[in-house]
């Protein structure tokens, strides 16, 4: 099972050295992968907080996340980055296999990566998109993404065509890369299992997990499905089981994240430090 850790690309402390020094802590820990979260454009308003006493809007101050992951890779040796999750219908599919593309071959190939629809619609419309398409318009982006890592050159879908099209530089190995699909709903699932190659849910037990698949088992047989997730880490969290209880579910990538729990941004890397001693064991 590899460990992934959150780093917190919003919210109050943003500056390049934090990001940097976090980076560099995570890798020294012996953590597997770095991710960051994805938001755009939000609306100036109150809405999810990290703690009880903040008024700032949980993902109103943040970093574009392929553009930061692509800065912390060059401070970094050998640890993965990734988003969990990278919003895909706000997004051009042929720009972010691009992206994703170039950070792999640039990188040596320690790109990883979740793919989700969305849930913010005010979100979608400061972008033009619309949001009641976000279904449809994900799964042709899934399918158009292991398209052009495949080194395919043409696509004719409902939203994008494009024919006889150059796309390198592009490492081979990308194309065994994962597609993961984060959610939990039953359409979620069933785009994992038709157009990506495994799922990421958030905040749910490996148990829980191995429920959400159970109907689908037998459209999983004899075939490679990737399991991860992304679960909060808060004081009293007892890591340790946590981490136990997904490896005996079978759970690939387990994401910690430290943000949005009651550790404040000044106690993080104390806790990143000591989460490195739970990271050894796998």
Same mark, same amino acid.
């Given at each position: 099972m590899?460990?992934?850790?959150?780093?917190?690309?919003f919210?109050a402390?943003?500056?390049?050295?934090?990001?940097i020094?976090?980076?560099k802590m995570a890798?020294?820990?012996?953590?597997?992968?770095?991710w960051t979260?994805d938001?755009l454009m939000?609306?100036?308003e109150e809405?999810?907080?990290?703690?009880? %006493?903040?008024?700032t809007?949980?993902?109103n101050?943040?970093t574009?996340?392929?553009t930061?992951i692509?800065?912390?890779?060059g401070?970094?040796t050998?640890?993965?980055?990734?988003?969990s999750?990278?919003v895909?219908?706000?997004?051009?599919?042929?720009?972010?296999a691009?992206q994703?593309?170039?950070l !792999?071959y640039?990188?040596n190939?320690r790109v990883? +990566?979740?793919?989700?629809?969305?849930?913010?619609e005010?979100?979608? !419309?400061f972008?033009?998109e619309n949001?009641?398409?976000?279904?449809s318009k994900f799964?042709?982006?899934?399918?158009?993404?292991?398209?052009?890592w495949?080194?395919e050159t043409s696509?004719?879908?409902k939203y994008y065509?494009?024919h006889?099209?150059?796309?390198?530089?592009?490492r081979?190995?990308?194309s065994?890369?994962?597609?993961?699909?984060?959610? /939990? /709903? !039953?359409? +979620?699932?069933e785009t994992a299992?038709q157009?990506? %190659?495994?799922?990421?849910p958030?905040?749910v037990?490996?148990k829980?997990?191995?429920?959400?698949?159970?109907?689908?088992?037998?459209k999983? @047989?004899e075939?490679?499905f990737?399991?991860?997730?992304?679960v %909060?880490?808060?004081k @009293?969290? !007892?890591?340790? /089981?946590v981490l136990? @209880?997904?490896?005996?579910?079978?759970?690939h990538r387990?994401i910690l994240?430290l943000?949005?729990? %009651?550790?404040?941004?000044?106690e993080? +890397?104390?806790?990143?430090?000591?989460?490195?001693?739970?990271v050894?064991k796998?």
């Amino acid at each position: 099972m590899k460990i992934g850790y959150t780093l917190e690309n919003f919210d109050a402390n943003l500056e390049s050295e934090f990001l940097i020094k976090s980076a560099k802590m995570a890798e020294e820990a012996g953590f597997e992968s770095l991710w960051t979260v994805d938001h755009l454009m939000q609306a100036n308003e109150e809405g999810l907080t990290i703690f009880g %006493d903040t008024t700032t809007a949980l993902y109103n101050n943040i970093t574009e996340p392929l553009t930061t992951i692509a800065f912390l890779a060059g401070h970094t040796t050998k640890i993965r980055f990734g988003v969990s999750t990278l919003v895909l219908p706000i997004r051009n599919p042929i720009i972010v296999a691009k992206q994703l593309a170039t950070l !792999d071959y640039l990188t040596n190939g320690r790109v990883v +990566m979740t793919f989700g629809a969305g849930w913010n619609e005010k979100e979608f !419309d400061f972008l033009g998109e619309n949001f009641q398409k976000r279904g449809s318009k994900f799964r042709e982006g899934l399918q158009i993404i292991r398209a052009l890592w495949n080194g395919e050159t043409s696509f004719e879908g409902k939203y994008y065509q494009f024919h006889n099209v150059c796309f390198t530089p592009l490492r081979p190995e990308l194309s065994k890369l994962p597609l993961i699909v984060a959610g /939990s /709903s !039953d359409y +979620m699932v069933e785009t994992a299992i038709q157009y990506g %190659d495994g799922l990421h849910p958030a905040g749910v037990s490996g148990k829980e997990i191995q429920e959400i698949i159970a109907p689908y088992k037998d459209k999983l @047989e004899e075939r490679e499905f990737f399991l991860s997730v992304h679960v %909060d880490i808060y004081k @009293e969290t !007892d890591v340790e /089981s946590v981490l136990s @209880e997904y490896e005996e579910n079978g759970i690939h990538r387990v994401i910690l994240d430290l943000s949005r729990g %009651d550790i404040k941004t000044e106690e993080r +890397m104390k806790y990143l430090e000591q989460l490195g001693d739970f990271v050894k064991k796998y």
